[in-house]
Structure formats: structure tokens, C-alpha cells
């Protein structure tokens, strides 16, 4: 018996079994059921997404004959149905523009578009990957598109939207095809699973919904891979075996020496992260990939959607994500891109990747400007209105355990307008010579200090200076420390950008 491939086999036959993109299946349902049919719609979204299978059943529903008219439930078992669900119906003609580039082959198909459908309504064109097409051949479709017969439809499908002529796409219904949702690639992944007879551990479903980033049909062709190795379960090892886990767990760890400032942990830690043999910018891709959820965390709070932590790992990231402030975490990826790009060329990939991860563990005892600003003066609100930033950020803070002894002070400062900020203006420029190089255990010298009249004055004027403002907005700068000599004054905004950009 010849086996068909998950993807073919679980492939969305109506409607309602259409998974992610059921804004557009409502769309088309009420549509035909109102009698509105286009003669032309126009479907973009990225590889694996189901456009193919959302045209199959328009297509279906537009030609089944099972019903007098249009529907918006075909039959799935008629002549036209099932044909049209195996790509080879008579009248709903698949058209792969990649291979079908030419002028000519678009003079045929108007040719052949003249002619009445040999057994249902209306004649349906799929023509997958339309932005293949040459320039003759789309002038030769726009003529068509423009006044199609009454029985012939159009179904566009692309993956590269903005190579498609605009001229054709204001003659279509556009539908724009979303990424599909890891929980929802999860669900349905675990759903197969079972029907197959097969075990899956939630963690693997999950993982490969991960991998799949979007497109159900790589998470399909993944699951395929694995149940041929293991047809009666899915285990983590097994998953292990073929694709190598993401460093996730070992990267926060990682990150979470770095929010201690400790260098030599995170040097020690990355040493052994690497002894395992992945390759640098393996390594790389999951730092930034797990900063990157950090981020989404600090920024938009513990419930947004953006936010994909598998849910064992949720409290983990959440502890972390408030020992950070988003302004290092901005610097965090954009060190990391760097470096993954370097290591690749470099003979001395292994020692640029540690001078980043010692950035990197510096970077939690610099404070941002917007956390100077939020500092409790009361002036911040001019400067900066009210950033999503803060209230997010402080439901993350909250539901977190204080940090540990050694930790530096960065997330109680975030979550009290206690004057805790390490950068607060000292009273003079010689009060600590190596100001620039403090590391964060030096930061506890200065909440006891109540802020002196002149010297909150003093930081204020300088933060209100236009130009600070614009050297911090132009390079990303944080304020180290503010200088009391006006002569000086542009001095204390000048930023220490960790990219020498
Ligand atoms: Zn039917």
C-alpha cells in the first residue's frame, strides 16, 4: 500500500476543519452564502500555510455537485469533490506558475478559459506561485482577470506578494495568510499523532511546532521524519536523535550569571555550553532566540501571545526577563547577530564570542535612559509619555521572587521609584576615578545617599538637553554618569555603546 505523506493525508478538506486561518474560511463561507462570489481572489501568505488547501475548498464549494448552487459545506464525496481534492478535476484546472512561466502558457489558458466547464458551474483556475510569471504573461492574465467569463473563476496564491503586479492585485479579493500559531501547530500535531496509533510527549509536539515556525506542512514533513524512525511514540530522545535540542535552558542560565554581573561564571558556563560541539552560531541563534522572548516578556508582560515559552519554563524566563532592562536586550540581539555573522568568517570565532558574552555580562550595570527618566522626579512625563514599557514590566516584577543577595539591584529599582539608580549623579567628577568601569556590586554605595538638591537639578538639566537627548535617541546610548562642570556638559550623555557604533 503506498503511504501518503502526513501533510497530503491530514490536509484541511472543508471549511471547518481549516486550522489557523479561520478568519478568511468565515470570510469566504459568508460570501457564498450571500451570493457574493468574486471572479478573481488573490491568496498571500508564507510556505505551509494552506493556501493550496483553502483553494481546493472554495474550489469544492464553488463546484460541488452535490448542491444546486454554490455552497459553503460541499459534499466531499461527489465526483467534483474528490477530484478537486486530488488536484486533477477537469474544471478546476491547477496551474504551477513556477514551471508555467511563459506568455504562452497564459495564451492557452485564456484560449481554453472560453470554453463552458465540462461538468460543473464554473471553471477554476489555480495558478500557484503567480509571482513567477513573466511580464508577457501576466499582461496576457490581466486581460482575462479584467473580464473573465461568467463561468470561469480565478484562485491567485503567492508567497512573494510584492513581486506580483499591482494591476493584478486590485482586479482580485486579496486574502492576506497568516502564520499559524505554535500552540495551534501543537494541537493539531498531537491530534494526527494520536489518530496514527502513535504516543507524543506534549514537549515534542511542542518543539516541533517550534521548528516549523508557521508553516504546518514543514511541521507535518518533520512528524513524518520521526514516526518513520519511531512509528509507536515520540519521546524526547528520539526527537534528540534527529534535531538537536535548542540550548534554551542552558542559554538563561547563561544570561542569568550575566544579570550577576559574574564573568567568570559566564565564561566558565559558555565553556561548557560549547564543549558539547553545536558550533558557534548554532550557539548564537538560540541566544538571540531566547533574548528575543525575553524581550517580548519585559515588553509586553507575562499573558501577551507574542510571547512563546513552552509552560515548564515560563517561571525561568519570567524571573529573568525583569533583570534586564529592554534597552539591553535590544543591545543583547544586535551583539548576537553581529557575532553569529563573525564567528562564521573568523579563525577566532571562539574569542569573539566570549568578548561578547563579557558585554554582555557588563550590560546589567548600565542603566537606560528611560529607567533614569521613570526615576520618580516627576519630570519624565514631558520627556517621555507613558511607554506600554511600564506596566507590563512591573506585572512581571511583581510576580517574581526578589532576587538573590548578590544579584544587582535592577529589577526592585524598576518596580519602586526608590532612588536606587546606580548612574544618579555623583557630587563630584572625582568622587569615584573608575565611575566608567564600576561594576554593579558598586551600586549599593549610592541609594543611602539622599539625592542633593543641585545634583538632581544638575541631572535633570542634562537630561533635558537637546543634545544629549539626540546623541541618546541617535546611538541607543544609556547615561553612565552625570557630570557636574557645565563646561562639560555634553560629556555625561555621551554614550558607551557597547557596538562602537
Ligand atoms: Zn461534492
Avoid at 486550522?19 to 451570493?35: K, M, R
Avoid at 515560563?314 to 532592562?325: G, N
Avoid at 546606580?422 to 558598586?442: E, F, G, L, M, T
Wanted: one cysteine or more.
Amino acid at each position: 500500500m503506498a503511504y501518503t505523506v502526513l501533510a497530503r493525508k491530514y490536509r484541511s478538506r472543508t471549511f471547518d476543519e481549516v486550522i489557523g486561518q479561520e478568519p478568511i474560511a468565515t470570510t469566504l463561507c459568508n460570501a457564498i452564502q450571500a451570493g457574493r462570489i468574486h471572479h478573481g481572489y488573490l491568496f498571500t501568505g508564507t510556505r505551509g500555510v494552506g493556501k493550496t488547501s483553502m483553494a481546493r475548498i472554495l474550489a469544492k464549494a464553488l463546484n460541488c455537485l452535490e448542491a444546486d448552487a454554490p455552497t459553503a459545506t460541499p459534499c466531499c464525496t461527489c465526483e467534483a469533490c474528490t477530484a478537486i481534492a486530488e488536484g486533477q478535476d477537469i474544471d478546476v484546472l491547477e496551474i504551477d506558475a513556477a514551471s508555467n512561466t511563459g506568455v504562452d502558457n497564459i495564451r492557452d489558458l485564456r484560449s481554453n478559459a472560453a470554453y463552458r466547464p465540462a461538468r460543473c458551474r464554473f471553471k477554476i483556475y489555480i495558478i500557484d506561485e503567480v509571482h513567477m510569471l513573466s511580464t508577457g504573461a501576466f499582461n496576457a492574465l490581466l486581460k482575462t482577470l479584467e473580464e473573465p467569463p461568467e463561468h470561469v473563476k480565478f484562485i491567485l496564491a503567492t508567497t512573494e506578494i510584492q513581486k506580483v503586479p499591482a494591476t493584478i492585485q486590485s482586479r482580485c479579493q486579496r486574502f492576506n495568510f497568516r502564520n499559524i500559531g505554535t500552540d495551534e501547530i501543537a494541537r493539531r500535531l498531537e491530534g494526527i499523532t494520536a489518530e496514527e496509533g502513535a504516543q507524543v510527549e506534549p514537549a515534542v509536539a511542542r518543539r516541533v511546532a517550534r521548528l516549523a515556525a508557521g508553516s504546518m506542512r514543514d511541521a507535518l514533513s518533520i512528524l513524518d521524519q520521526l514516526l518513520s524512525i519511531s512509528p509507536d511514540g515520540l519521546s524526547t530522545e528520539v526527537l534528540d536523535e534527529v534535531i538537536p535540542p535548542p540550548q534554551d535552558e542552558q542559554v538563561t542560565q547563561l544570561l542569568t550569571y550575566a544579570a550577576d554581573g559574574d564573568v567568570a561564571r559566564v565564561l566558565e558556563h559558555a565553556d561548557q555550553i560549547l564543549a558539547g560541539g553545536r558550533g558557534l552560531d548554532i550557539f548564537c541563534g538560540d541566544a538571540i532566540e531566547v533574548a528575543r522572548q525575553l524581550m517580548l516578556l519585559r515588553a509586553c508582560g507575562a499573558d501577551s501571545h507574542a510571547v512563546d515559552i513552552a509552560a515548564g519554563e515560563r517561571e525561568r524566563y519570567i524571573a529573568l526577563a525583569a533583570r534586564f532592562e529592554l534597552s539591553h536586550y535590544v543591545q543583547m540581539i544586535a551583539m548576537l547577530e553581529e557575532l553569529r555573522r563573525n564567528v562564521r568568517f573568523s579563525a577566532a570565532g571562539r574569542a569573539l564570542v566570549d568578548a561578547v558574552l563579557v558585554r554582555i555580562a557588563n550590560l546589567a550595570s548600565w542603566s537606560s535612559i528611560e529607567s533614569i527618566l521613570a526615576g520618580g522626579d516627576g519630570h519624565e512625563k514631558k520627556k517621555s509619555p507613558p511607554k506600554p514599557v511600564s506596566r507590563p514590566a512591573a506585572s512581571v516584577v511583581a510576580s517574581q521572587p526578589e532576587p538573590s543577595a548578590t544579584a544587582p539591584l535592577e529589577p526592585v529599582a524598576r518596580a519602586r521609584p526608590a532612588p536606587v539608580r546606580p548612574p544618579a549623579a555623583r557630587p563630584a567628577p572625582a568622587a569615584d576615578p573608575s565611575a566608567a568601569q564600576a561594576p554593579p556590586p558598586a551600586a549599593p554605595e549610592t541609594p543611602p545617599k539622599p539625592a542633593a538638591e543641585g545634583e538632581a537639578v544638575d541631572r535633570d538639566a542634562i537630561l533635558k538637553d537637546p543634545v544629549v537627548g539626540k546623541a541618546l535617541e541617535l546611538f541607543d546610548g544609556v547615561v553612565i554618569d552625570a557630570d557636574r562642570d557645565p563646561a562639560r556638559r555634553a560629556a555625561p550623555g555621551t554614550p558607551r555603546n557597547t557596538d562602537g557604533t
